[in-house]
């Protein structure tokens, strides 16, 4: 695949202005409500999500708003907790792509030479690459658990903010104030912390809202196919798996809300994306 | 008017902006003679390139014709049909654009282009139609074996000259040419000028030349009307013009063109920016630049006056009165 | 044509690296993460003689029971792959893994065909209706859009097979074709072997098995390529050929096909790019719908531990990937004559 990085840097310090209005508006509630979900939790479910509570798969009631599945826990309590899982494998696969993609990307694109020409070709060619595919052959061999989910995804996402930040590196190398710097005998350390790293902050979140729903359904597969959190943790793919095969018998409750909420979390996140790139104006940014 | 071919009154186009309505033509009443070339001169955002688009409705959204009507040979191109004005375009009507690289079709050939459009307007077959090309790309002066070439293989000026003569290639009466000379370099500028002058002699064509540049439209052309924020401010022969401007823009307009032959003048430039067109000044538009400014023309926009045979409209020449 | 072909080679000829940095990056994940393999496989109370047949057979150790540096174990990796050597399977028989993958490979062809179908005649549809209308109609589909590519396949493809197949009960609900019904095979896609070898009976049930994970498939694929096509339609719009196309008379219905002709090189790129989504996508669509494609080989295979076929499959995904990458920018250079230059 032939590489194309064309960002406009000048644009990307506009982003804070982006305006809360339709799409954005709408995704940034339904995330929101998704956070609050999680946050709230406890407060939220009366029973106990890994618990069996009572008969199983009993359909939506007052008691149970949700139903019940088939080993007799509260959907209700899963579908609630199920936030916190997903939320925090986003989270820590999002700092896990940043902490290795983003020093990457800087001194690749700033030291240039043999080794930005290699780490640029093994980037581009995971880049090219399925997703899920790598991600499941990952989480395959690292085994299941929050950790071992969020680095299986974030390997995935790390050639998105490589590329991203690299490219901006290049462009910024390019300025005057770092010819400036380098002129007066800045060392490449200084210059790549002090000069170079802030104006990369705002590539940083661009890549994060665009690629953030990618993340989330990656991570509802992964936990879809049993690779990810075990067994009784509340993750929304796992009871969606778990419901399939209730589906023939007409148990719809089962698979219905944590598919919701996956794409009440994948929309919401796509949304925000969706206003943020209208706001670049960057048909470019492909992420 | 002595044989007009195409007449535009009272026309006027606005964009309706999100940030405020664009008058960009407003007002403006222009005739067109027959085989004459009339240059149509302002700055760039003077509305002189929507009033070219507007003679043949092709106004992009936001932009609207609110009013007015451009007769040709008495029929209203504004009120008729999209259908019959369809069959106007590219056969009565030629136009050609600044960048004849971004005009054509960047995935198909010169020829398919062409051929595409003589079949459009009239029932020929295909290699009829073919020669047809053939005959106008020969007569802008490119070899007939370059119908097989794909835009980006032609030079500027040689893709500017396929323009022209797909533009012309069905004889149309009018040719609208909107800045036709401008992306490319003076000599080749030169020629193509020539090239549009032979070609409307031979053909007996009106030529509306749309161009920020008025030494090229007082070198070139039979008449010459100005523009400034919208409308129209003086329309005269280029004799007129030249030597005796009656419009203070008009005046200003003129020295600021580089005297060749006394390079060591100083070069005026036209104090100000072009205003607002959101929010145009009250009274005449030209005020806030203009050396003889007086109180009314703050207030009361100025109407078109006649002074012997030739019209302008600013205050200095009675525009208040009629 | 002649620099087409130049063309064509520089492709090819850069596909070996990007191949080969895939196929790097599988086989060290697959040893180089944490983990024993080995053990996974056996369990920890695993006789010795298991594990040291084991990793023989994984190619960890030689004949003689000595470890394989990690280098040499890639090396030869990497000699049996380009002779088309995959391994073979640590369960049931033990079979080459190449053979398997090919067993699996058509069904995955056949539902990326049609979900890529669907997609492209939901996407091109909505896509230039949008781009073409612009203003509200090209809003909406620009939501459509944003939904749709936000949509998690297996939830909806479980809503599809509720309402058709449970609660109208029109459709099959699982599987790629009635048992005792499989046509015989010549290209491996039942829908094409059964109308080549005129089994009907065959055609109607495969149709009936492949249109609800294809309409699934589709229907998240098309939000992308919605976006694309509005957005390349509209930028194509704008540029000046379409004004003096207009001028020149020629008819909108006209315009309309060159406009999609030049938007057409943007849309097969990103076409191109959404290969990995085609695949992934595929993958989730197979695992709900018991369809007997690669994606339900490998996450079976997972499962069991079969680490070879494991490899081999990703590897085999990766070499997919390439190569029809490759074939869009060929596609690509051969519409656009501007970029051969």
Wanted: net charge neutral.
């Amino acid at each position: 695949m032939v590489a194309t990085y064309t960002f406009r840097p000048l644009l990307v310090k506009l982003v804070p202005k982006v305006r809360l209005k339709g799409l954005t508006l709408a995704g940034t509630i339904m995330v929101l409500f998704t956070v609050f979900l999680a946050i709230l939790a406890p407060i939220l479910t009366p029973y106990d999500p890994t618990k069996s509570v009572d008969l199983s798969l009993q359909p939506p009631s007052w008691k149970h708003p949700f139903g019940t599945n088939k080993v007799g826990q509260d959907m209700w309590s899963r579908t609630v907790y199920g936030a916190r899982t997903i939320l925090a494998v986003v989270f820590l696969s999002t700092i896990v792509s940043i902490v290795i993609g983003v020093p990457l990307g800087l001194v690749s694109g700033y030291v240039g030479g043999i080794l930005d020409r290699v780490l640029a070709m093994i980037m581009d060619a995971m880049y090219a690459f399925p997703g899920l595919i790598l991600a499941i052959a990952i989480a395959a061999a690292l085994g299941p658990g929050i950790i071992n989910t969020a680095v299986s995804i974030a390997i995935v996402y790390v050639p998105t903010y490589f590329r991203m930040v690299r490219a901006q590196t290049l462009s910024i190398k390019e300025q005057l104030y770092v010819e400036a710097a380098r002129a007066i005998g800045a060392k490449p350390l200084t210059i790549l912390t002090r000069y170079v790293f802030p104006n990369v902050v705002s590539v940083i979140a661009v890549v994060f809202t665009l690629s953030v729903a990618d993340v989330v359904l990656t991570e509802a597969a992964l936990s879809f196919f049993g690779l990810s959190v075990p067994a009784p943790t509340p993750d929304w793919g796992f009871d969606l798996k778990a419901g399939h095969p209730y589906l023939l018998s007409g148990y719809w409750w089962l698979i219905t809300f944590p598919g919701l909420m996956i794409m009440i979390l994948a929309v919401g996140f796509t949304f925000i994306g969706e206003g943020v790139a209208e706001y670049l104006g960057a048909r470019e940014v492909k992420i | 008017m002595a044989d007009p071919l195409l007449n535009i009154k009272n026309l006027k186009t606005y964009y309706f902006t999100e940030s405020g309505i664009v008058k960009a033509v407003d007002d403006v009443t222009l005739g067109i003679r027959r085989g004459e070339l009339l240059g149509l001169v302002g700055e760039s955002g003077s509305g002189k390139s929507t009033l070219g688009l507007s003679i043949i409705r092709l106004i992009p959204p936001p932009g609207k014709i609110i009013d007015g009507s451009v007769l040709l040979d008495n029929i209203d191109l504004m009120s008729i049909s999209e259908k019959e004005l369809r069959r106007i375009r590219g056969r009565r009507i030629g136009m050609i654009f600044q960048d004849p690289l971004t005009c054509l079709d960047p995935l198909r050939r010169i020829e398919d282009q062409m051929v595409e459009t003589v079949m459009v307007h009239m029932d020929v077959e295909r290699d009829e139609a073919r020669e047809m090309a053939a005959k106008a790309l020969e007569r802008v002066g490119i070899s007939g074996d370059r119908l097989k070439d794909y835009p980006h293989q032609l030079s500027g000026g040689m893709r500017q000259r396929a323009m022209i003569a797909m533009a012309t290639m069905l004889h149309p009466e009018l040719l609208i040419a909107d800045e036709p000379t401008t992306a490319l370099d003076v000599i080749v500028q030169s020629r193509i000028m020539d090239l549009l002058e032979d070609l409307k002699e031979s053909m007996k064509m009106s030529i509306l030349l749309i161009t920020h540049d008025l030494a090229l439209v007082i070198e070139r052309a039979d008449r010459v009307a100005v523009m400034y924020a919208g409308e129209l401010c003086e329309v005269g022969t280029s004799e007129q013009i030249s030597q005796d401007p009656l419009h203070p823009y008009t005046k200003l307009l003129l020295e600021s063109i580089p005297d060749v032959e006394a390079p060591k003048t100083k070069l005026k430039s036209i104090p100000g920016n072009p205003p607002d067109m959101r929010n145009p000044p009250s009274g005449c538009r030209f005020w806030p630049r203009c050396p003889y400014a007086k109180d009314i023309c703050k207030q009361t926009p100025p109407k078109f006056a006649e002074l012997n045979g030739r019209i302008v409209r600013c205050h200095l020449y009675g525009g208040g009165k009629s | 044509m002649a620099s087409l072909k130049a063309f064509i080679i520089a492709r090819v000829l850069a596909l070996i690296p990007t191949v080969l940095i895939l196929i790097t990056l599988v086989f060290f994940v697959m040893r180089v993460l944490p983990g024993d393999p080995v053990i996974a496989i056996v369990g920890m109370k695993a006789p010795p003689e298991r594990v040291i047949e084991l990793k023989k057979e994984l190619g960890l150790m030689d004949e003689a029971g000595n470890p394989i540096p990690l280098p040499i174990q890639y090396l030869n990796y990497l000699s049996k792959l380009a002779r088309g050597d995959f391994g073979r399977s640590l369960i049931w028989g033990k079979r080459p893994v190449l053979v398997e993958i090919m067993e699996h490979f058509p069904a995955t062809v056949e539902l990326a065909i049609a979900g890529f179908i669907v997609s492209i005649i939901l996407g091109l549809l909505l896509g230039s209706l949008g781009g073409w209308m612009g203003g509200k109609t090209s809003s909406a589909v620009k939501t459509y859009g944003a939904i749709t590519y936000a949509l998690f396949i297996p939830w909806i493809g479980m809503l599809l097979q509720l309402f058709f197949a449970v609660w109208l009960g029109i459709l099959p609900v699982a599987g790629r074709i009635d048992t005792g019904l499989e046509p015989p095979t010549i290209t491996g896609l039942y829908l094409i072997d059964s109308v080549i070898t005129g089994r009907w009976d065959s055609f109607i049930s495969a149709l009936r098995h492949i249109t609800l994970p294809a309409l699934t498939l589709g229907l998240v694929i098309s939000g992308v390529f919605t976006r694309v096509t509005r957005t390349s339609v509209e930028e194509v719009m704008r540029q000046d050929f379409v004004v003096a196309a207009r001028a020149r008379g020629i008819p909108e219905h006209k315009i309309l096909l060159h406009v999609l002709k030049n938007s057409f090189v943007p849309i097969l790129t990103m076409m191109g790019l959404q290969l990995a989504l085609l695949m992934t996508g595929a993958v989730l669509t197979e695992t709900t719908f018991s369809w007997p494609g690669m994606g339900t080989f490998l996450l079976e295979r997972i499962q069991y531990r079969d680490y070879t076929t494991v490899q081999g499959t990703v590897v085999f995904f990766a070499i997919i990937v390439s190569l029809v990458n490759l074939i869009v920018d060929i596609c690509y250079a051969y519409i656009d004559p501007r970029i051969r230059y």
